[in-house]
């Protein structure tokens, strides 16, 4: 069980919630082997996904594993919803509550709109990602990965290269990796890293190829040109130079190191095509590990036989 209703932020969370979070997962990998891929578990309750920005992985992941669980999963996407129409968050989420759904995944493009849904509705709020803040299941996806591909994520030295100021992926993982012990190294230029890079609690570096050969992880994030306010960099082929990770790059790193994105990517711009699709990315475990962890949430927050959490 864990200690929290909602997964809001990484933050927030206790070391203990995100190992019995990756531990549970290690058990719904197994299910996601079998030829019959269903648990009765969680049989009558009700999952929305409410997905108001773009996802193709993201929202995917939490349906399949909503369904996975016999869950019933309902999904709207900003088209599909009354938001469309003019409706605030607050009403959707009154129309909601009112159905007695169980759990409502939320993406938005405001930071802390699952906290305002979590203030009025009763249901179990998990943060599919908002705005440039926090995207907590991406963050325990992404330890659970490490923790297979490299035995362990004590002292593990994990680069996270490119588009930190913009990136709710770096939000999560930041706080993720230093709760087991891990210790997160930001890398990027300077346009692209926070105001106050110092109280990120991570090691700040501006140029990559100085520390890659220190790193175990090779964390490479995507510009997120759609939220940046004018070019943050020169060209696409200069970021690519200074930050992508390429055959070259990969032969000046230890030979272990693993190389991760969050997706989608953009080949050729932070990630050479054949980086992407060799065995050291770990892309695809990184997909398949989602579906895993989300139906760990899930079990955890919904909770299978006694019905909750411990909170
Ligand atoms: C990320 C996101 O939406 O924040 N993608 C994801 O959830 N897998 C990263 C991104 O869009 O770059």
Redesign the pocket.
Same mark, same amino acid.
């Given at each position: 069980m864990l200690s929290c209703k909602h997964i809001m932020t990484v933050s927030d969370m206790t070391t203990k919630d995100i190992t019995t979070i990756l531990d549970t997962a290690e058990s719904f990998m197994e299910v996601n082997e079998r030829r019959i891929k269903k648990l009765p578990t969680l049989r009558g309750r009700t999952v929305v996904n409410l997905f108001l920005e773009p &996802?193709t992985?993201?929202r995917t992941s939490f349906e399949i594993a909503s369904k996975r669980l016999s869950a019933d999963a309902i999904n709207f996407t900003a088209s599909s919803s009354a938001t469309v129409k003019g409706e605030s968050l607050r009403d959707t989420a009154k129309t909601l509550s009112a159905m007695a759904c169980d759990m409502v995944v939320i993406r938005h493009k405001y930071a802390g709109a699952p906290q305002m849904l979590a203030e009025c509705m009763d249901a179990h709020i998990v943060n599919g990602?908002d705005g440039m803040h926090e995207?907590p299941t991406?963050a325990l996806l992404d330890l659970f990965t490490m923790r297979r591909s490299l035995g362990r994520l004590e002292g593990l030295r994990v680069g996270i290269v490119g588009d930190i100021c913009h &990136?709710?992926?770096a939000g999560s993982l930041v706080p993720a990796l230093r709760a087991v012990g891990a210790t997160p190294i930001v890398i990027g230029p300077p346009t692209l890293m926070p105001a106050r890079p110092d109280i990120l609690g991570a090691e700040v570096v501006y140029a990559l190829d100085g520390v890659l050969p220190t790193l175990d992880v090779a964390y490479m994030?995507?510009v997120?040109f759609e939220r940046a306010e004018a070019m943050p960099i020169p060209s696409n082929r200069e970021y690519a130079k200074l930050y992508g990770m390429n055959g070259k790059r990969l032969a000046a790193a230890r030979p272990e190191m693993i190389v991760m994105h969050?997706?989608?990517m953009n080949r050729g711009v932070e990630i050479s095509s054949d980086v992407a699709d060799s065995p050291r990315s770990v892309v695809l475990d990184q997909v398949n590990a989602g579906v895993a962890v989300r139906m760990a949430v899930m079990y955890l927050l919904l909770g299978g036989e006694d019905g909750g959490v411990a909170a």
């Open positions: &996802s992985r993201t990602g995207h991406q &990136s709710r992926v994030l995507r997120q969050p997706g989608p």
